[in-house]
């Protein structure tokens, strides 16, 4: 699904150019979940919004299904986003004046779902979520556990290829943290692939292969 080859990332401001990744090879095969950690700065994040085409790299190669995505368009790119990666976020990233069934369905508007399907597609991922009885409430009004829930069922509404969760458990307690790694176990055994950036090895205990970055490289690659 994933192959990147010598992908060299440079952050350059008028004083300083900074080497976040370097010349990085990496591979994901569709049904993987991937554990992606490292130290701090070690280019984590930044690897993260390449893959999801909100960054692109200085150079090198990137493809997503077999797609050159290095030669594409920023338009292409969101095109190729919109219809096969969801994101699942530390801060969760609801809208706050929206409740949980118009957070969740918003990426189905985007798409130009019909409303009919929206609204059964949104209610049965709600029930299967556990969160149904929340439908209506506003995401102030929620748990944070509830609020991941909530950001995972946005994230999978559209039936994605791939899914990008950076440090999805940061801000959940450790029963919460356990119900949102279930959630995701769960969507990858269905066969949704996944790349999860965390500090945590209980989080990286989920995944299928852990890749470790150091530098802005792949230091090692565990299964």
Do not use: W
Not at 27 to 35: D, L, P, Q, R
Request: hydrophobic share 40%; net charge negative; with cysteine.
């Amino acid at each position: 699904m994933i192959a990147i080859k010598e992908l060299t990332k440079i952050h350059t401001t008028e004083e300083v150019e900074t080497t976040v990744l370097d010349n990085l090879d990496l591979e994901v095969k569709e049904g993987e979940f991937v554990a992606v950690m490292g130290p701090s700065g070690c280019g984590k994040s930044t690897l993260l919004n390449i893959l999801g085409m909100l960054d692109s790299a200085t150079s090198g190669t990137f493809k997503f299904l077999n797609q050159d995505i290095q030669q594409q368009s920023s338009r292409e790119r969101a095109a190729v986003r919109k219809e096969n990666i969801g994101f699942v976020f530390q801060s969760f990233n609801l809208i706050d004046n929206l409740t949980v069934f118009q957070n969740v369905e918003l990426p189905l508007v985007y798409q130009g779902v019909k409303k009919s399907e929206r609204i059964k597609l949104v209610d049965e991922l709600l029930e299967k979520m556990g969160i149904m009885h929340r439908r209506n409430h506003l995401p102030l009004q929620l748990s944070g556990g509830q609020q991941q829930r909530v950001a995972v069922a946005r994230a999978v509404v559209s039936k994605p290829k791939l899914i990008l969760a950076d440090e999805p458990t940061g801000n959940l307690d450790s029963s919460s943290s356990d119900d949102a790694l279930d959630i995701l176990r769960k969507l990858n055994n269905e066969g949704t692939t996944i790349v999860m950036v965390t500090h945590s090895d209980y989080d990286a205990g989920f995944a299928s292969r852990v890749i470790r970055l150091a530098d802005g490289k792949v230091v090692d690659q565990a299964a």
